[in-house]
């Protein structure tokens, strides 16, 4: 059991892994217990225990961009690129904008077998100078989600004109 004994706003919350770049997500597999979202109701003045928790693994390993901090790109040429999982059916991509509208994605990114990464090239539309972007991979079996990479990386922008 998880205590958390800090007073908290009344409200129903959404309990959460904690965003740091630690190398562990919340683990997203379905089929084993332990991994579903953990949903909880707070009254005015009470405090929390939590009767449930909910599982880690290991994150999918990027190499970029913005595998260590915001990283600028060429727009020409943007390649996503993570540490291959060896246990997935197939991969996930997303890519969004600062304002958390995906832009781009890709949902059946080939299982690799022979190389260490996986590698995409950018195929959507014109990213836009100034603009800060992010992507997220995530592993698939074919009974669901197994991985993905860290909540706070992957984090890209595309230089203002004149900005080196």
């Given at each position: ?13 959404v309990?959460l892994?904690?965003?740091e ?19 909880i ?17 290991g ?51 080939p ?37 993905t ?16």
């Open positions: 059991m998880l205590g958390y004994h800090r007073r908290r706003p009344p409200g129903d919350y309990v892994a904690g965003f770049n630690d190398l562990l997500v919340r683990d997203p597999d379905p089929s084993i217990a332990g991994t579903q979202i953990v949903h109701s707070v009254d005015a003045g009470a405090t929390v225990d939590l009767a449930e928790s909910f599982k880690i693994t994150a999918l390993t990027m190499v970029g961009p913005g595998a260590d901090g915001p990283e600028a790109v060429d727009p020409s040429n943007v390649v996503f690129s993570w540490a291959d999982d060896s246990s997935e059916d197939y991969y996930t991509l997303a890519v969004y904008d600062a304002f958390g509208n995906e832009v781009w994605s890709v949902p059946d990114v299982r690799v077998t022979g190389s260490a990464t996986v590698d995409v090239a950018y195929a959507g539309p014109a990213l836009e100078p100034g603009m800060y972007y992010q992507w997220r991979a995530e592993s698939w079996r074919d009974s669901g989600p197994i991985s990479t860290e909540d706070l990386l992957g984090v890209f922008y595309v230089p203002a004109t004149g900005e080196r």
